[in-house]
């Protein structure tokens, strides 16, 4: 099976850059998405991430380590509308079932 | 491009009643298709998982079913709804097994 861990909230202020950490444990991997979902509202997809290395998109980078089970989400400039839940969730190899871990809640403040 | 529609956005149903959430996709052919339910303070659980017409992978064994009528409409249905089946419940597709998955806008389902 697979266990995803990452922390429950952060607080941070506006024009700041935040980091937001996943880790896994999963046998075999074939990817790793990085969602953001505001409150009532359906997760958006943010970023992919399947060789390790960092991928850039403009404000939001993401960065993963498969030796380690360890990927990051990078949000710089932030803005009040970045106020959401982020989530990280692990495509593990074979069964094509994403698994998702239960979010990190990060608050902008002015 | 495409999109991806839910209906309806609420519901509120009681205790026993039956359930029928729809989940429709355009600009697209032969969609893999999901079903997640995210309860308050928990994670998306994957519910069921379609390649295709009437083929359909139950992934956690409880009063909910799922139907693929046709290639871009996937139906979540339950005969008698308990207080557990409240949240979230969203439908998200992807062109293949291992590609991004799309959530549709989600319905919120509330059992009294």
């Known amino acids: 099976g697979q266990n995803i861990d990452q922390p429950t909230e952060m607080t941070a202020t506006e024009g700041a850059i935040v980091q937001i950490n996943c880790t896994y444990q999963t046998s075999g991997f074939n990817g790793l998405f990085w969602y953001q979902q505001h409150a009532g509202e359906a997760p958006t997809f943010l970023s992919y991430n399947v060789l390790d290395g960092l991928e850039e998109k403009g404000r939001f980078s993401s960065f993963l380590s498969r030796s380690k089970g360890y990927s990051y989400l990078l949000l710089k400039e932030l803005q009040m509308k970045d106020s959401a839940s982020y989530l990280c969730a692990v495509l593990p190899y074979g069964n094509n079932r994403l698994a998702f871990g239960k979010g990190n809640q990060v608050v902008v403040i002015p | 491009s495409q999109t991806i529609h839910q209906w309806p956005a609420t519901l509120v149903q ?76 969203l439908c998200a597709w992807s062109t293949g097994p291992t590609d991004t998955q799309y959530f549709g806008p989600g319905t919120r389902l509330t059992v009294l």
């Open chain 2, 14 to 89: 009681p205790v026993g009643s039956p359930l029928s959430l729809e989940c429709t996709v355009e600009g697209t052919s032969n969609p893999n298709l999901y079903w997640y339910r995210q309860a308050a303070g928990r994670g998306l659980q994957l519910l069921f998982y379609s390649v295709g017409i009437g083929q359909i992978s139950s992934e956690v064994p409880q009063n909910l079913s799922a139907s693929r009528p046709q290639d871009r409409q996937f139906i979540l249905s339950s005969k008698k709804l308990l207080l557990s089946d409240s949240g979230f419940y």
